[in-house]
């Protein structure tokens, strides 16, 4: 068997395997979808901003989420963690692991501790 490297159309490269018995090409790894890496960025720096766009214009939260009330609390008090716990569950994996870690980050970014939030920038200067 021999192994070469295909361009895919939307992605960088996939690894094709070529058989002898059909001559037809086998997949063996194909990467996903490209990460929108504007679209993350644009979430962790507007998040609800990303929360409003996301209740309007899909049911990502809806699946997540089987009340209004959760939401706006989330939307007021904790809007990473909201959407980071949406992504968790609509990913069909258990709050566990690495998905529990990831929850627990966007937690503490949310409650400041993590990227030092204005309230302690300002507290600098004053002096």
Known sequence: MRFTWAPEPRLSCRRVQYTKKHNAAVRIYLAG????????????AFPRLA?????????????????????????LFLPLTTIVYAWVVNSHHPVEGLYLVA?????????????????????????
């Open 33 to 44: 979808a490209p990460m929108p890496c504007l679209l993350l960025l644009l979430t962790l």
């Open 103 to 127: 929850v627990i980050i966007s937690v503490l970014i949310d409650l400041g501790l993590i990227g030092h939030g204005a309230r302690s920038s300002s507290s600098r200067y004053r002096d």
């Open 51 to 75: 929360i409003v766009l996301l209740y309007f214009f899909s049911n990502f939260l809806e699946k997540a989420y089987h009340s209004l009330v959760i939401v706006l609390i989330g939307f």
